[in-house]
Structure formats: C-alpha cells, structure tokens
C-alpha cells in the first residue's frame, strides 16, 4: 500500500534562515511521482514543486528545492532564506502508476506548520 | 483567468439534510477530484473522475456521491448517511491522472452540519 509519512507535526524557524521539511513514503508502483503542496490559513493549496521517480536531479523551482533520496524513499523540501509568507501548512503528496494501468491517484501526508518567526 | 471555483465558501445545514457542493473548472481539464480535509489533518480523496460520466470511489465515499455530467463541472453530494459531515471539501482538476500532472485546487467550501 501506498503511504506518506510527514513525522514534523511544527516548526518554528527564524526569518531568513533555511529550513527543511521532512517526507518519507512508500509505494511498490513501478514509477511515481512526488508533490508538494502549501496550505495558507485561507485553506487553497499551492502547488509548489514535482519530482519524478526517474528524474536523476533534484527539482528545484525558485527558493524551494526537493532533496530526493530515492533508496532511502525520502523526499524532503528545502525552503532558502524563509520569509514571514512562508508561515503555512505544507503537504507532501505521492501519484503512483502501476504497470498497466492508466489510472492513479494522489495521497497526502498529515502535513507540517511551518511558523516563521521575524 | 481559468482556474477552479467553488461555492459557497461557508455552508450550514441541519443533521438529515442533503448537501450538494459545487465545482466548476474552465481549465479544460479531464481529471476531478474531491477532498476532504478534518481538523489538523492531511486530505483525504472522496472520489474522482478521469473523464466525462465516468468517477471512481476515493477512500472515503461512504456518504457521498458524486455526477460528472460535464467536463467543467464535478458536484459532490453529502448525503445524510455522512456520519460526521462537518469538515472542509476541496475539489481539484488535472490535466490527467498520470505522471507529473499536479492538481490544481478550488478554494474549498467549509460545510457546517449540526
């Protein structure tokens, strides 16, 4: 089966600073891909960034990077120089493909509430 | 702007009652999904839909039921056999249900049962 597993429940980080938060998951698919998702109080989420189980770099889009380790099935997320808008919930999400079929589906973490403190 | 709406954002109903939620898309996508969202938590998928009169039970369907008559538009009914109904839904689209296509999320009705 299918999991994600997000164990940072808070953080508390000062502005400026990085910060990285953590994501394992687990899948028997043959191929994946990996998301994060950002969830202000308002409750939109934004899509942040993708990685894909053969992508051989690691994605990264603007101040946010994914540290992909792909034999220790981990995929966290890096925030560079965090700013106060920073300060929401963030989700890791995984889209499995089994051999053969068309369709997946994303499942989500619990997520973690990133505070950024000025 | 395309994008994805949902209406209304509050919504109150008495326990018994039946609930239909709304979701509209201009983004041309094939795929729709709806969420649920309690407290503190991660989402959790309801159903889906990869196209047009076609849907798939999610991991929590019991109570629900959905119709996807047009490609834009993707309703959700919570029906009184919800046990606990109360929460936030939030729909969603994507180009397809394969490979790198990220979901593009509604704003999210919060519904009120009590």
């Known amino acids: 089966a299918q999991k994600i597993t997000q164990t940072q429940p808070g953080m508390f980080v000062q502005e400026k600073e990085a910060v990285t938060l953590d994501c394992t998951y687990d899948t028997s698919d043959q191929s994946y891909g990996l998301f994060w998702y950002k969830q202000p109080s308002s409750g939109e989420m934004i899509f942040l960034i993708y990685?894909?189980?053969?992508?051989?770099q690691n994605a990264t889009e603007g101040r946010y990077s994914l540290n992909f380790q792909k034999a220790r099935k981990s995929a966290n997320l890096v925030i560079s120089a965090s700013q106060l808008g920073d300060s929401a919930m963030y989700f890791c999400a995984m889209r499995g493909r089994r051999r053969y079929s068309s369709a997946s589906k994303i499942i989500f973490g619990s997520g973690t509430r990133l505070s950024i403190r000025p | 702007d395309g994008g994805i709406t949902q209406s209304p954002k509050y919504l109150f109903r008495k326990e018994g009652q039946n609930v239909t939620l709304s979701c509209e898309q201009n983004l041309n996508h094939d795929a729709m999904y709806w969420y649920r969202q309690d407290p503190g938590q991660g989402l959790r998928l309801i159903y889906y839909s990869q196209i047009v009169n076609d849907f798939q039970k999610g991991d929590i369907a019991e109570g629900y039921s959905v119709s996807r008559e047009k490609k834009e538009s993707f309703p959700l009914t919570v029906t009184s056999a919800q046990k606990n109904p109360t929460a936030f839904y939030l729909c969603?689209?994507?180009?397809?249900?394969?490979?790198?296509?990220?979901?593009?999320f509604g704003p999210g009705t919060r519904l009120t049962v009590t």
């Open positions: 990685q894909g189980s053969y992508d051989e």
């Open positions: 969603a689209s994507s180009i397809g249900t394969g490979g790198s296509y990220e979901q593009y």
